[in-house]
T-cell receptor
Framework: GAGVSQSPRYKVAKRGQDVALRCDPI?????LFWYQQALGQGPEFLTY????????KSGLPSDRFFAERPEGSVSTLKIQRTQQEDSAVYLC????????????FGQGTRLTVV | SQQGEEDPQALSIQEGENATMNCSYK?????LQWYRQNSGRGLVHLIL?????REKHSGRLRVTLDTSKKSSSLLITASRAADTASYFC?????????????FGQGTELSVKP
């Protein structure tokens, strides 16, 4: 596609609800990253895929967070039993290779947990 | 757990003036990148400077890197109202295996027409 596409753009979830956030990276991009951005802060790394392999999940804040990229293209970030502190913008980025190249970001999904 | 510290946190200038933003980081890096984020939007890559480079230009942007001081600066010359946005530095740490970026807290730039 022309750019990284994320859906939904906005999501309101009741506390305890499960949510799934989708990322369509740029076609052919090997690397895919998820970041979490709290209001007024810089993005914080969550997890990284190279093709379908999840090579780094050190940034996932708890075991309620789970990400997958089963066919090496589209990725889903799932948050189980959402809590208020999960409210943030979730950004997806892709790049052609992992190191030393530009990452292209999607517009993000703004998650609000009420 | 962010590596970068940026200053100032907020900067307000008049159109036509230059804007300088600074970034400091903690660990050795492969490269440092600057991104822009308009309100409610994703991040847009501006420029990448490698650890063996000291200065880089792109249009009205000038980036410097001092690895001995672990700091970088972004200069926007002849600013325009459209430059109003948040600017983030992001480092690709030397220990990195996958290219994940460590972002600073950002500088919020306001350019008044």
């Amino acid at each position: 596609g022309a750019g990284v596409s994320q859906s939904p753009r906005y999501k309101v979830a009741k506390r305890g609800q499960d949510v799934a956030l989708r990322c369509d990276p740029i076609s052919g991009h090997v690397s895919l990253f998820w970041y979490q951005q709290a209001l007024g802060q810089g993005p914080e790394f969550l997890t990284y895929f190279q093709n379908e392999a999840q090579l780094d999940k050190s940034g996932l804040p708890s075991d309620r967070f789970f990400a997958e990229r089963p066919e090496g293209s589209v990725s889903t970030l799932k948050i189980q039993r959402t809590q208020q502190e999960d409210s943030a913008v979730y950004l997806c980025a892709s790049s052609s290779v992992g190191v030393g190249t530009e990452a292209f970001f999607g517009q993000g999904t703004r998650l609000t947990v009420v | 757990s962010q590596q970068g510290e940026e200053d100032p946190q907020a900067l307000s200038i008049q159109e036509g003036e230059n804007a300088t933003m600074n970034c400091s980081y903690k660990t050795s890096i492969n490269n440092l990148q600057w991104y822009r984020q308009n309100s409610g939007r994703g991040l847009v890559h501006l420029i990448l400077i490698r650890s063996n480079e000291r200065e880089k230009h792109s249009g009205r942007l000038r980036v410097t890197l001092d690895t001995s001081k672990k700091s970088s600066s972004l200069l926007i010359t002849a600013s325009r109202a459209a430059d109003t946005a948040s600017y983030f530095c992001a480092t690709d740490p030397r220990y990195n295996q996958g290219g994940k970026l460590i972002f600073g807290q950002g500088t919020e730039l306001s350019v008044k027409p």
